[in-house]
């Protein structure tokens, strides 16, 4: 029996060997791969000493191969989207990458939001964002904005796939009918376990990414503190015309971007917090939020979740922003609380289900056909300044307060705030009402 399995071992390593050399040729080949796993099969069943020699073989091999990993080439043309469950996010993009010039693009959201990252642009490159914009005076105006690279922060062109270089191939899987090959890198750095994962597919020759994910887990919290991931649905290995690195769309001039650099990175940049790992814009937001907000946090432990929490609330934020809505988000001193503890702030009366004293509504259809299709009472001085409940739950009387501010100027012209504090305290009758 012994004598079988070296023979085996030596008849395999001859087959594996000229696999192998032909890999090196002409890429990774499916056959090889697949003999492997055959012979694996039968040799883990008869358990005999040649398993042993198998194993060095198989590490042999692998130390051999990681000098050959698949490269997705020095430029490419892609669209996926960027996945992040916990921030309820699915955001589709379009990338235009050109290591060898230096150049990328990715736009965001169909192109509601085209960021440039350019390294050969004056001195240390630039980085430009085009956006629509609305203000006090326009509305929906395309503006460009530009950050200036320095010496001690040079712009790079910003790839959306990973590199391989230290991540492994770990097994193959048939991912949505096709033969995929999953490479992995695992990262310990203080509590947490990074888990990264691609998965790729050989097409006409070439590496073709399928799907990237990242997993986090907190070991202090003991839970996954982070998900997110890409799915890859087209991609071309070509050069990109030099000509969608001019920036586009743009009246005027570009301006260079006010104030300090924390959020360059969420709006200049957005894939490098998912592709090169980037941190350091979430510590610092997250320093300022808790200097600004005077927070204190009990111990590490609650720190952590706190700004687990307000990592995904800021995803949230900037990726809402990026999408050119009819609305614009931003950082507050709600950032670092979750979607259960917001719930409560909100507050909720149950209703009986029946009748609750309401008038009709006393306009037909056809006499609603010809409303404008945006009317805003804020221009026309009806409503008075947004107010927070804090902690009161009593989201019933600010409803009530803004419904009859509204009407009291329509019929009189006059802007009046009521309190909502005397619907409050007149509310003692019922005492299983809301109030504070
Ligand atoms: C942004 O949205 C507004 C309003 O829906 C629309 O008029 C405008 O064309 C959009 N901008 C872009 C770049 O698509
Ligand atoms: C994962 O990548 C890091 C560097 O980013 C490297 O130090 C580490 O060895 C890699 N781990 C594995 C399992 O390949
Ligand atoms: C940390 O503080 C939280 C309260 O915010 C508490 O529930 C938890 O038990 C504390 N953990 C430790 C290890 O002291």
């Not at 890409?230 to 969608?244: A, C």
């Not at 301006?255 to 709006?267: A, K, N, S, W």
């Not at 917001?342 to 259809?365: A, D, E, H, I, M």
């Not at 003692?428 to 109030?435: E, G, K, L």
């Given at each position: ?220 919290l003991?839970?996954?503190y ?60 997250f320093?300022?939020f808790k200097?600004?907000h005077?927070r204190n946090y009990h111990n590490e432990t609650e720190q952590e979740s706190r700004k687990n929490v307000f990592r995904h609330n ?20 709600l950032a670092d609380r979750t979607?259960?503890e ?95």
């Open positions: 029996m012994k004598t079988e399995c070296s023979m085996l071992f030596l008849l395999f390593s001859f087959v594996t060997a000229f696999v192998f050399n032909n890999e090196i040729e002409t890429g990774y080949k499916q056959v090889g791969d697949k003999f492997k796993t055959l012979l694996w099969k039968y040799l883990s069943k008869t358990s005999k000493p040649g398993v042993i020699d198998f194993l060095d073989f198989e590490e042999h091999l692998k130390s051999l191969k990681a000098h050959k990993k698949p490269s997705f080439g020095d430029y490419y043309i892609l669209r996926g989207s960027l996945n992040i469950p916990y921030a309820e996010i699915v955001e589709p993009f379009s990338a235009w990458i050109d290591f060898e010039a230096g150049d990328s693009r990715i736009d965001f959201y169909g192109g509601m939001m085209k960021t440039y990252q350019l390294a050969n642009e004056g001195d240390y490159g630039v980085m430009y964002r085009v956006a629509p914009m609305t203000t006090e005076t326009v509305q929906n105006e395309m503006n460009c904005f530009q950050i200036t690279g320095a010496g001690d922060s040079p712009v790079a062109p910003q790839g959306v796939i990973p590199d391989l270089d230290d991540f492994e191939h770990v097994s193959d899987e048939v991912i949505e009918g096709e033969d995929c090959q999953v490479w992995r890198n695992i990262t310990t750095s203080g509590d947490k376990t990074n888990t990264y994962t691609l998965w790729l597919k050989k097409q006409d020759g070439h590496a073709v990414p399928v799907r990237y994910e990242m997993k986090g887990f907190n070991n202090i003991g839970s996954h982070d998900h997110y991931y890409i799915d890859y649905e087209e991609f071309s290995p070509e050069k990109p015309d030099s000509g969608v690195f001019k920036v586009e769309g743009v009246a005027t001039s570009c301006h260079e971007f006010p104030g300090p650099g924390l959020d360059h990175v969420y709006t200049f940049n957005p894939m490098k917090e998912f592709i090169y790992y980037h941190d350091k814009h979430v510590e610092d937001n320093d300022q200097r600004h005077k800021l995803r949230y934020i900037h990726s809402k922003n990026r999408a050119n809505l009819s609305f614009r988000l931003g950082v507050n001193h979607q259960a917001l719930k409560v702030l909100r507050g909720k009366q149950k209703s009986s289900g029946g009748y609750n004293g309401g008038l009709p509504f006393k306009y037909t259809k056809k006499e609603l056909r010809d409303v404008p299709k945006a009317f805003d009472w804020r221009l026309r001085g009806a409503v008075t300044p947004v107010r927070d409940q804090s902690v009161c739950g009593s989201c019933w009387s600010f409803g009530t307060a803004g419904a009859i501010e509204g009407a009291l100027f329509v019929k009189t012209g006059k802007l009046v705030a009521v309190s909502q504090q005397v619907y409050f305290s007149t509310d003692f009758v019922d005492f299983s009402s809301t109030f504070c």
